[in-house]
């Protein structure tokens, strides 16, 4: 017995010799990544010295080899870098500064990519030789020191519109069978919270979900779909995987694998002000983007196209979008989409008897207003050069595409494939049934908004989302980066009346609840989803509809707590915008002006009325003059918000 345990020991003091230990810092020193390479690499993450995230093993098996195990390092180096980013379609910021300390670890024939920035870490893994490579499964594994509550967006299949509420769990209950949609929410101590995601999802590769450990009740490991070997069309939108292969991705190396990203904050404010998705991102390919035009959309499906007080039957046909356009020109806004029904579901390239897209576009395009058109991705798929050819004949600005519901390897590359065929034609991309943006955005920036979200559409047959969803969204979602929840209900309903009608939609909520996404929810192409016989007899909602922009030049977020509220300002040119939202509970928020440079400015507010408790509807414009000492109160109703224009004067 005694030789077995001095030969225990032996190996165990050898194993621990051969270990070699690196680490990066944040540039501030805030955060720090330390890397253990001994027979397999193992991360963590600490905030100052508390431990944030444990030693976490990664991995990634190809079909003959194993890269992170059993190995080497044969060269570290680290570099610091402090750039600027100018986004072609701003969103929080016109300008973001890129700041991180990078370590890479270099193996033979592949290297360990490690970031840090002061707002969060990220991973990747980087294949440098060339040839085939199969890639049988990626350990990605994120292990927390203790049981902690997790807001998990629980997935039933792979096959989803990733349009999830988040269950308020323990890490401890979601087992090695249960799995969510990335991102993710961790709650630590000290209200310290991880949020977890991927970045540079672009090619070659399927996304991130994340499961509970089989090893590790406090751990989440990343699940992958496999290649899809067959699928199955079972109506015209829903093309479900029905066989996948045993492996990932089949691809040619070198390859540079997703970011595996961490973003911790102690400030619920920093996760809705964080831009590291978007920093992680591969950068813009596209040498032309002028064209490239955010804006606001009348938008038709929400509201069933009930619009009333006309001469002429409603419905899909010519008249009835010539209204919208009118709208959409009489208050400035930028485009109309055609949604479902503009086309045979069959045939893209069958246009209903009632549609002529050509006269659409030319009566548009003489009121300074763009046609988008919605379409299911296996019917465009099916003729895609010849329907894109004919859009951009039309003179279409472009595209809402639907259905797609996977991220597997073939997935991800049509979404690169259509934004790629969508920028050749100078025509945008919104993508519905969708998964979260995770860097396509940036290196396509025709590419304007995802899905990926509960959004109000779903106010049509079911409760949610609720103004408790509503100011989770920011946090989690949004985080990723643009989400078209489509806002903009004039129907509003308290808790106790809300009824969801599908013909005759409604949103739970107050009025000004609804004006305050426009300000806090972020999507360069942002939808008025009620019907504009309804903005018509809402002048007051009108007057700030009218001037809220879709993009930012400079984002602060004042006060927020997960779940419960948020008060935002965005500023755009010297105009300042601000957004408060909360939950079921009423709440009252100060406003501090002191983000206001030095001068004279008029705020102009729309806030709940005194009887919005009970009416949601109910709302009161005021106006004062103000100035960077000027506190305010914010009084919100139940499910209420608050919006307001500061302008200089």
Same mark, same amino acid.
């Given at each position: 017995?005694?030789?077995?345990?001095?030969?225990?020991?032996?190996?165990?003091?050898?194993?621990?010799?051969?270990?070699?230990?690196?680490?990066?810092?944040?540039?501030?020193?805030?955060?720090?990544?330390?890397?253990?390479?001994?027979?397999?690499?193992?991360?963590?993450?600490?905030?100052?010295?508390?431990?944030?995230?444990?030693?976490?093993?990664?991995?990634?098996?190809?079909?003959?080899?194993?890269?992170?195990?059993?190995?080497k390092v044969r060269r570290d180096k680290t570099i610091s870098v402090n750039e600027e980013i100018i986004p072609v379609v701003a969103r929080k910021n016109a300008r973001i500064p890129d700041v991180y300390n990078q370590l890479t670890l270099s193996f033979k024939?592949?290297?360990?990519?490690?970031?840090?920035?002061?707002?969060?870490?990220?991973?990747?893994?980087?294949?440098?030789?060339?040839?085939?490579?199969?890639?049988?499964?990626?350990?990605?594994?994120?292990? !927390?020191?203790?049981?902690?509550?997790?807001?998990?967006?629980?997935?039933?299949?792979?096959?989803?519109?990733?349009?999830?509420?988040?269950?308020?769990?323990?890490?401890?209950?979601?087992?090695?069978?249960?799995?969510?949609?990335?991102?993710?929410?961790?709650?630590?101590?000290?209200?310290?919270?991880?949020?977890?995601?991927?970045?540079?999802?672009?090619?070659?590769?399927?996304?991130?979900?994340?499961?509970?450990?089989?090893?590790?009740?406090?751990?989440?490991?990343?699940?992958?779909?496999?290649?899809?070997l067959e699928e199955e069309q079972r109506t015209d939108r829903d093309v479900a995987p029905v066989k996948y292969a045993d492996y990932i991705a089949e691809l040619e190396g070198p390859k540079s694998f997703p970011w595996r990203a961490i973003i911790i904050s102690?400030?619920?404010?920093?996760?809705?002000?964080?831009?590291?998705?978007?920093?992680?991102?591969?950068?813009?390919?596209?040498?032309?983007?002028?064209?490239?035009?955010?804006?606001?959309?009348?938008?038709?499906?929400?509201?069933?196209?009930?619009?009333?007080?006309?001469?002429?039957?409603?419905?899909?046909?010519?008249?009835?979008?010539?209204?919208?356009?009118?709208?959409?020109?009489?208050?400035?806004?930028?485009?109309?989409?055609?949604?479902?029904?503009?086309?045979?579901?069959?045939?893209?390239?069958?246009?209903?008897?009632?549609?002529?897209?050509?006269?659409?576009?030319?009566?548009?395009?003489?009121?300074?207003?763009?046609?988008?058109?919605?379409?299911?991705?296996?019917?465009?798929?099916?003729?895609?050069?010849?329907?894109?050819?004919?859009?951009?004949?039309?003179?279409?600005?472009?595209?809402?595409?639907? !259905?797609?519901?996977?991220?597997?390897?073939?997935?991800?590359?049509?979404?690169?494939?259509?934004?790629?065929?969508?920028?050749?034609?100078?025509?945008?991309?919104?993508?519905?049934?969708?998964?979260?943006?995770?860097?396509?955005?940036?290196?396509?920036?025709?590419?304007?908004?995802?899905? +990926?979200?509960?959004?109000?559409?779903?106010?049509?047959?079911?409760?949610?989302?609720?103004?408790?969803?509503?100011?989770?969204?920011?946090?989690?979602?949004?985080?990723?980066?643009?989400?078209?929840?489509?806002?903009?209900?004039?129907?509003?309903?308290?808790?106790?009346? !809300?009824?969801?009608?599908?013909?005759?939609?409604?949103?739970?909520?107050?009025?000004?609840?609804?004006?305050?996404?426009?300000?806090?929810?972020?999507?360069?192409?942002?939808?008025?989803?009620?019907?504009?016989?309804?903005?018509?007899?809402?002048?007051?909602?009108?007057?700030?509809?009218?001037?809220?922009?879709?993009?930012?030049?400079?984002?602060?977020?004042?006060?927020?707590?997960?779940?419960?509220?948020?008060?935002?300002?965005?500023?755009?040119?010297?105009?300042?915008?601000?957004?408060?939202?909360?939950?079921?509970?009423?709440?009252?928020?100060?406003?501090?002006?002191?983000?206001?440079?030095?001068?004279?400015?008029?705020?102009?507010?729309?806030?709940?009325?005194?009887?919005?408790?009970?009416?949601?509807?109910?709302?009161?414009?005021?106006?004062?003059?103000?100035?960077?000492?000027?506190?305010?109160?914010?009084?919100?109703?139940?499910?209420? +918000?608050?919006?307001?224009?500061i302008s200089k004067n």
């Amino acid at each position: 017995m005694k030789k077995y345990a001095l030969l225990f020991l032996s190996v165990l003091f050898m194993n621990q010799l051969n270990a070699k230990d690196y680490s990066v810092k944040s540039p501030s020193e805030r955060l720090t990544v330390k890397v253990t390479v001994n027979e397999d690499v193992r991360y963590s993450v600490f905030l100052g010295d508390k431990e944030i995230i444990a030693a976490s093993p990664i991995s990634l098996t190809l079909e003959n080899e194993v890269l992170g195990k059993n190995t080497k390092v044969r060269r570290d180096k680290t570099i610091s870098v402090n750039e600027e980013i100018i986004p072609v379609v701003a969103r929080k910021n016109a300008r973001i500064p890129d700041v991180y300390n990078q370590l890479t670890l270099s193996f033979k024939d592949y290297n360990l990519h490690f970031r840090a920035y002061d707002e969060g870490v990220a991973y990747r893994w980087e294949v440098t030789a060339k040839g085939p490579l199969k890639v049988m499964n990626e350990q990605a594994t994120f292990t !927390f020191p203790t049981d902690l509550k997790i807001w998990f967006p629980e997935e039933e299949s792979m096959f989803s519109h990733q349009e999830r509420s988040y269950l308020d769990v323990k890490l401890s209950e979601i087992t090695p069978e249960r799995f969510a949609s990335t991102g993710l929410l961790v709650s630590c101590n000290n209200n310290v919270k991880v949020y977890i995601s991927e970045s540079d999802l672009v090619t070659d590769y399927a996304g991130m979900f994340l499961k509970g450990s089989a090893e590790n009740s406090f751990r989440l490991e990343g699940k992958f779909a496999g290649v899809v070997l067959e699928e199955e069309q079972r109506t015209d939108r829903d093309v479900a995987p029905v066989k996948y292969a045993d492996y990932i991705a089949e691809l040619e190396g070198p390859k540079s694998f997703p970011w595996r990203a961490i973003i911790i904050s102690d400030d619920d404010r920093q996760l809705v002000e964080s831009e590291l998705i978007y920093k992680l991102a591969p950068e813009n390919v596209l040498e032309n983007t002028d064209w490239i035009k955010p804006g606001k959309v009348a938008w038709d499906w929400w509201n069933a196209l009930n619009i009333y007080g006309v001469d002429f039957k409603s419905g899909v046909n010519n008249a009835t979008y010539k209204y919208y356009i009118d709208f959409a020109a009489e208050y400035g806004l930028d485009y109309i989409i055609l949604d479902e029904g503009w086309y045979h579901l069959e045939d893209i390239m069958k246009v209903q008897d009632e549609i002529n897209v050509q006269e659409l576009v030319d009566y548009g395009k003489d009121k300074g207003v763009g046609v988008i058109l919605w379409v299911v991705w296996k019917a465009l798929d099916d003729k895609l050069t010849e329907a894109l050819d004919q859009f951009e004949t039309w003179g279409v600005k472009g595209i809402k595409i639907d !259905f797609m519901q996977r991220d597997d390897q073939w997935m991800v590359n049509f979404y690169e494939k259509i934004a790629r065929e969508c920028a050749e034609r100078k025509m945008l991309v919104d993508y519905h049934g969708a998964y979260k943006p995770a860097g396509l955005d940036r290196k396509y920036p025709n590419v304007i908004s995802y899905e +990926g979200v509960k959004g109000m559409e779903n106010c049509k047959w079911s409760e949610l989302p609720d103004p408790e969803l509503n100011v989770t969204l920011p946090f989690i979602r949004m985080v990723a980066g643009p989400m078209d929840y489509t806002p903009g209900a004039m129907l509003n309903a308290n808790k106790e009346n !809300f009824r969801d009608i599908f013909e005759a939609p409604m949103a739970p909520g107050t009025r000004c609840h609804q004006l305050a996404m426009y300000v806090v929810f972020e999507s360069p192409l942002q939808m008025l989803s009620d019907n504009p016989s309804n903005y018509y007899r809402e002048p007051e909602a009108m007057e700030f509809l009218k001037e809220v922009p879709t993009v930012w030049d400079e984002t602060r977020v004042l006060e927020a707590k997960v779940g419960d509220y948020i008060l935002m300002a965005r500023r755009k040119g010297e105009t300042w915008y601000v957004g408060a939202m909360t939950d079921w509970s009423p709440r009252s928020l100060e406003l501090n002006l002191s983000l206001l440079p030095a001068g004279n400015y008029t705020i102009q507010v729309w806030k709940d009325g005194v009887n919005a408790d009970r009416h949601a509807a109910d709302f009161k414009q005021e106006k004062q003059n103000v100035s960077a000492s000027s506190k305010i109160k914010i009084d919100m109703a139940p499910g209420g +918000g608050w919006a307001a224009i500061i302008s200089k004067n």
